[in-house]
Nanobody, 127 residues
């Protein structure tokens, strides 16, 4: 089962940028990995996902054109580049990995499919 640990959160001004990193074990295996975010009292929301074996990328409509998910297999790292940040992006961001060796598909934003979760990194965007 993969293990993940995210970092890179912090405080940014609206319109600014942050890059989140997620170091994962067993990165060489092709699996679906994703970024989620959550605020108190709210449902955990899928932000972006990719299949480490290659293929399509997935984004929530609210972040398309602003966020970019990518990976560096040599560094066993998943990234989320966040540009043009908005106050609405404020949340705890989590890295997630599915132990199943299959593409993300249409369930990429279903938190229940993921078996491994990081502890979260806080992103706060001020107006």
């Amino acid at each position: 089962q993969p293990q993940v640990a995210e970092s890179g959160g912090g405080l940014a001004q609206a319109g600014g940028s942050l890059r989140l990193s997620c170091v994962a074990s067993r990165f060489s295996a092709s699996r679906c990995m994703a970024w989620f975010r959550q605020n108190p009292g709210k449902e955990r929301e899928g932000v972006a996902a990719l299949y480490t074996g290659g293929g399509g990328l997935y984004y929530a409509d609210s972040v398309k054109g602003r966020f970019t998910i990518s990976r560096d297999s040599a560094k066993n790292t998943l990234y989320l580049q966040m540009d043009s940040l908005k106050s609405e992006d404020t949340a705890m961001y989590f890295c997630a990995a599915d132990r199943a060796l299959k593409p993300c598909g249409t369930t990429w934003d279903n938190s229940a499919r993921y078996n491994s979760w990081g502890q979260g990194t806080q992103v706060t965007v001020s107006s």
